[in-house]
């Protein structure tokens, strides 16, 4: 093994010509120089050095190692260097709901980490109530969620409103059954709970027949005509059709809010930059959702 103290007295030789301005350059006696030139080839087994009179010339194997010897004590500064910067390396907890965790890590959350490599982003996710709850007993700094309400001031921010609609196979018969088989998301999310909090009595019995935080399995279902699930707009495409619930008797569902909420007491300037960054893309997520609209 190479030690780095040995290639600095190395360099030090060459670049001042002799044992004796390469000892006053690096602050120790000649002796001591002459001797770890001494071990460093005896470590690489060949001579390094030719002395004579007029100094010291390069072997062969001088030359070879030389040029290791800058890159080795280069990688070494640069190694310090970053441990140095990082050596307080900053946590940010972010939770994202599991269905849009691909939308947002291709929007700004790769962007985030490629730009700040001394800050460790964990990102985890669930769905918003989980979120919600878990923001409160302090397992993040910032929580992007989803609610049929507006954030209170002060404890959250719009991003902006996200749109839901019942949608069945085209061409299917899953939302003409008797018992209307669904695909809901799992406890705990607001979408499920508005459905169950606005079925009436009067309204055609439900029968939960797929449970998933996946939206590619719940697309998959109604595709194939196995339910009729509430699937986020920009989702919806030509395998599917929009069923309206008065006409069918089903629960009616609300404009949903994109929000963002903090953790007041772990507010950092690094979490700052995360929370503009998040405003910046999402904002432009909102404008691609409302361009959906109108085309």
Not at 64 to 71: H, V
Not at 222 to 243: C, G, H, T, W, Y
Request: with cysteine.
């Amino acid at each position: 093994m190479l030690k780095i103290e040995l290639l600095e007295s190395f360099i030090a030789v060459v670049e001042c010509g002799n044992l004796s301005k390469a000892a006053d350059k690096l602050c120790r006696t000649q002796s001591t120089i002459s001797l770890q030139i001494k071990k460093l080839e005896e470590s690489v087994g060949k001579p390094l050095l030719l002395r004579d009179n007029k100094g010291v010339t390069l072997t062969e194997s001088g030359k070879t190692l030389l040029n290791y010897a800058y890159k080795m004590l280069q990688l070494s500064s640069q190694a310090i260097d970053e441990l140095k910067d990082c050596q307080n390396r900053e946590v940010i907890r972010l939770g994202v709901p599991t269905d849009y965790i691909n939308r947002y890590l291709g929007s700004f959350l790769l962007e985030f980490i490629r730009e700040f490599t001394c800050i460790e982003l964990v990102i985890d996710t669930d769905v918003s109530g989980n979120l919600y709850k878990r923001l409160h007993n302090g397992e993040f700094d910032v929580i992007v969620a989803t609610h049929w309400q507006t954030p209170a001031a002060g404890h959250g921010e719009l991003l902006f409103e996200r749109r839901f609609h019942w949608v069945a196979a085209k061409g299917g018969s899953a939302h003409k059954r008797e018992t209307v088989p669904m695909a809901l998301y799992p406890e705990n999310c607001p979408i499920r709970a508005q459905v169950f909090a606005n079925h009436q009595i009067s309204m055609r019995p439900m029968s939960v027949l797929l449970s998933t935080p996946s939206p590619t399995a719940m697309c998959m279902a109604v595709e194939n005509d196995l339910v009729i699930a509430p699937i986020a707009e920009f989702r919806i495409n030509d395998k599917m059709q929009i069923i309206d619930p008065i006409e069918h008797n089903i629960p009616p569902l609300p404009t949903f809010n994109e929000s963002l909420y903090l953790n007041p007491e772990t507010q950092t300037a690094a979490t700052n930059q995360l929370i503009n960054l998040i405003k910046a893309n999402v904002q432009g997520l909102g404008e691609a959702n409302q361009a959906n609209k109108m085309s």
